[in-house]
């Protein structure tokens, strides 16, 4: 260290004071100055927080909470103490609602009395530093809508009969609703429900049940219903203690919730018509499970499934808000009943965590494309066999050629009993015996009606299901709502053709003169048998077709001839896109488990056929190739209507989603337990044949598989005409006649030049090309 002088030295110390407690202070020198900076003191560093806190809203999504109350989770870190939470709504301490769970979320609790619009949630740590939480919760009324759109006008309550369904009272304002009703019934040892009253005496026919956690306890369910989102909505839970303080006894719920949705067609404007026994389902509360239900997802109220599953939601968010989180929803119920399972697992996951459609469809709306054959193409048959009663067509079985769907000679039809149509031979198709109507029903604004409604009130509304779901669809030019059914292009009978089931000239004959539905703006009512009424005032000496007697809608139809061939109709444009966007179409983005339950219903000619699983099967593999979360029963038809059999796929769906909470890493298909395989089953429920391969050569070109083998599965007008099975395609690409000649598309059959002529007069645009 060099040396100063003792001169230097002492200027030096004059002129700058050197650093002292240089942790306390900084000396600063300006050179010539004597001025001293001294700094504070640096505040100690904050400490690192314990975590995070985070909070969620368990009843429903955030942004669609209804009804005023929630029900929220919130998870904190371990070495936080419980009392050092707190949890603040809009600035309030509610921290005294949240108690702990020990199950999936730290705390729990009922958040009640919020506004209508944003609710600011806040969870922060009066104790050690935490990360804070904030969770917006929007709340909307509970008479609705949320996410849905204008409500439907006009709009028809409830009867008093149908309310009584699930004793209800009356009607309190224009929105339908009704007074909030908790009562308590208990299943008798004679399987029916009776009134029970809470300290009352045991009655001596109360029955008992076990739930499926061992439990084995009085038979007592706590009921409440009322209206959300102006539809009658129904809860039910095993309560064998009743009310405590006025809140459920719920020792004997087995955490676990059923959501019963229900099926039928209709086109809205109406509440509904409640079904006790579902909303009561026995079996299901038998083995402890809480029962969901609404008129608002029953597909016989209306066929929104926007609407529905925005009601789902709704009706959950009750039930969660009141009663607790379940371990998991399942969702079950048959036909459209199914289809809202397929449709909202999709388009709103974790509203059901798991499925059991029962003699399902994949969707609504893709079962108008074929469907919307059915009265074309049997106008077309019937009238060939006015034409040669001795014609191949007096074997119903020969309908199936064209029509894809079963047909046979021994199932009644009403049309022929009651002889309409006179010259047609017995037997029934499945579009005569179960379709019948519902394609006027779908597309023809003047084909409806609810209870109550006036004449007046009926001429006003548009029904058709594009109507009922105008929100969705938008309006055309012509002011009615735009719709998806599109015929352009479609060869109907293409595969009888190219199996020789029908000759050249009967293809082009029946492409020529099927024709199509005509656009809103040009249909009239529907006559005989649809209005029945006009049956009772035959004049049968005057020509009845169509002005009277028309079970095809000919009045709707377009017409035509090999010399005038009728034109098709194509989808407004537009329309198809909104479907598949608005997840109206199922696309196949479920990955939930799903057990496909049907009885074999096929020899019955019944609407509920086969290939529809298959066709939801294939929408998954075309998704993202996976369809392991989708597992199909077939029964044989039952006395007991696959009831058993649905009890069985609830068991197993319990020990696929426990095996999913364990291991949640895996996907829902690596997560099926041994039982969740592919089986069908004979009339009293033992095992056919079950395993991976019982299905083979349906959606593959493998040997049948033993269920193939014992259950024929059927097609459609649309497959017939070489659609895929999916179903799924409302328009197809085209392509010039001469190109699909050149590729070989009518098999053994090579047009000439007036044939080929003919098919270009019948196909101006060209013809589908599916592949």
């Given at each position: 260290m060099p040396a100063f002088p003792a001169g230097a030295l002492s200027r030096r110390i004059l002129s700058c004071l050197v650093p002292v407690l240089a942790a306390l202070a900084l000396v600063a020198c300006d050179g010539g100055s004597n001025t001293i900076t001294i700094d504070p003191p640096a505040p100690p560093p904050d400490p690192e927080p314990l975590g995070e806190f985070s909070a969620t809203v368990v009843s429903s999504p955030p942004d669609a909470v209804s009804g005023g109350t929630a029900r929220v989770g919130i998870d904190a870190p371990a070495a936080l103490p419980d009392e050092d939470i707190i949890v603040e709504l809009d600035g309030e301490d509610i921290s005294d609602r949240f108690r702990a769970t020990g199950g999936k979320y730290r705390l729990m609790g009922r958040v009640e009395g919020l506004a209508e619009g944003e609710n600011r949630l806040r969870v922060t740590s009066a104790g050690e530093p935490v990360t804070p939480a904030e969770l917006t919760l929007v709340n909307h009324p509970a008479t609705g809508p949320i996410f849905s759109g204008p409500q439907q006008a006009p709009?028809?309550?409830?009867?008093?009969?149908?309310?009584?369904?699930?004793?209800?009272?009356?009607?309190?304002?224009?929105?339908?609703s009704v007074e909030r009703v908790v009562s308590f019934k208990y299943r008798t040892t004679e399987g029916a429900w009776a009134d029970w009253e809470p300290g009352q005496e045991r009655p001596e026919d109360m029955a008992t049940t076990t739930t499926i956690d061992g439990e084995t306890v009085d038979f007592i369910v706590r009921w409440e219903r009322g209206t959300i989102n102006r539809f009658l909505y129904s809860l039910a839970v095993l309560v064998p203690g009743g009310d405590v303080d006025g809140e459920p006894d719920l020792g004997a719920w087995n955490r676990r919730l059923i959501y019963y949705f229900q099926g039928g067609v209709a086109i809205g404007h109406y509440q509904g018509d409640p079904s006790q026994r579902r909303a009561l389902y026995a079996d299901g509360l038998g083995a402890g499970y809480a029962i969901a239900y609404s008129t608002g997802t029953k597909t016989g109220t209306h066929y929104n499934l926007e609407l529905g599953g925005e009601t789902a939601i709704m009706v959950k968010d009750r039930f969660v808000s009141a009663y607790g989180m379940p371990d998991y929803t399942v969702g079950v119920g048959g036909s459209g009943g199914g289809i809202q399972q397929y449709v909202y697992g999709q388009n709103h996951p974790g509203l059901i965590d798991a499925g059991v459609p029962q003699y399902s469809y994949p969707d609504m709306?893709?079962?108008?494309?074929?469907?919307?054959?059915?009265?074309?193409?049997?106008?077309?048959?019937?009238f060939q066999l006015q034409a040669d009663p001795n014609s191949k067509w007096a074997d119903w079985n020969n309908r199936s050629w064209l029509i894809g769907l079963n047909a046979n000679n021994e199932v009644p039809n009403?049309?022929?009993?009651?002889?309409?149509?006179?010259?047609?031979?017995?037997?029934?198709?499945?579009?005569?015996?179960?379709?019948?109507?519902?394609?006027?029903?779908?597309?023809?604004?003047?084909?409806?009606?609810?209870p109550g409604i006036s004449d007046e009130q009926q001429a006003e509304v548009e029904w058709t299901h594009f109507?009922?779901?105008?929100?969705?669809?938008?309006?055309?030019?012509?002011?009615?709502?735009?719709?998806?059914?599109?015929?352009?292009?479609?060869?109907?009978?293409?595969?009888?053709?190219?199996?020789g089931n029908i000759t050249p000239a009967e293809f082009l004959d029946l492409n020529a003169s099927v024709g199509s539905w005509k656009q809103e703006a040009e249909t009239v009512q529907e006559g005989c048998p649809f209005l029945i009424d006009l049956c009772f005032a035959l004049d049968f000496e005057q020509p009845l077709y169509p002005d009277q007697i028309d079970p095809w809608s000919w009045r709707?139809?377009?017409?035509?001839?090999?010399?005038?061939?009728?034109?098709?109709?194509?989808?407004?444009?537009?329309?198809?896109?909104?479907?598949?966007?608005?997840?109206?179409?199922?696309r196949g983005e479920i990955e939930i488990p799903l057990i496909d339950v049907r009885p074999y219903l096929e020899e019955e000619l019944d609407m509920h056929n086969t290939h529809q699983s298959f066709a939801a099967r294939q929408r998954l593999l075309n998704h993202d190739g996976d369809a392991s979360n989708q597992v199909i029963w077939f029964q044989e038809p039952s006395e007991d209507d696959i009831a058993a059999l649905t009890m069985e796929a609830f068991a197993v769906i319990d020990e696929w989603m426990a095996t999913i909470a364990a291991n949640p890493d895996r996907s829902v298909g690596e997560n099926r337990p041994a039982e969740a395989v592919d089986a069908c089953f004979d009339a009293g429920g033992a095992v056919i044949a079950s395993g991976d391969d019982v299905w083979s050569g349906i959606l593959d070109d493998s040997e049948p598989g033993t269920c193939t083998a014992q259950f024929p599965v059927y097609s459609t007008s649309r497959i017939v005409a070489g659609a895929p099975i999916t179903g799924d395609v409302f328009k197809c690409e085209l392509q010039p006649v001469a190109e699909a000649i050149d590729s070989g598309v009518y098999g053994d059959w090579t047009p000439g030049a007036q044939e080929q002529a003919t098919l270009e007069a019948i196909f101006p645009d060209g013809v589908c090309r599916y592949d």
């Open positions: 709009f028809f309550c409830a009867t008093d009969d149908d309310r009584a369904n699930l004793e209800l009272g009356p009607i309190l304002d224009e929105q339908c709306i893709t079962q108008t494309i074929h469907i919307g054959d059915c009265e074309l193409i049997e106008r077309w048959i019937d009403d049309v022929i009993d009651f002889g309409l149509t006179p010259w047609v031979p017995p037997g029934s198709s499945e579009c005569t015996a179960s379709w019948r109507g519902l394609s006027p029903l779908a597309l023809n604004p003047n084909f409806g009606t609810v109507a009922d779901l105008v929100n969705i669809y938008g309006r055309a030019d012509d002011g009615f709502a735009r719709s998806t059914w599109d015929n352009v292009g479609v060869q109907y009978g293409l595969q009888a053709l190219r199996d709707n139809a377009n017409v035509g001839s090999l010399e005038n061939p009728a034109p098709r109709r194509a989808a407004d444009p537009g329309a198809i896109e909104r479907a598949f966007e608005s997840g109206m179409v199922n």
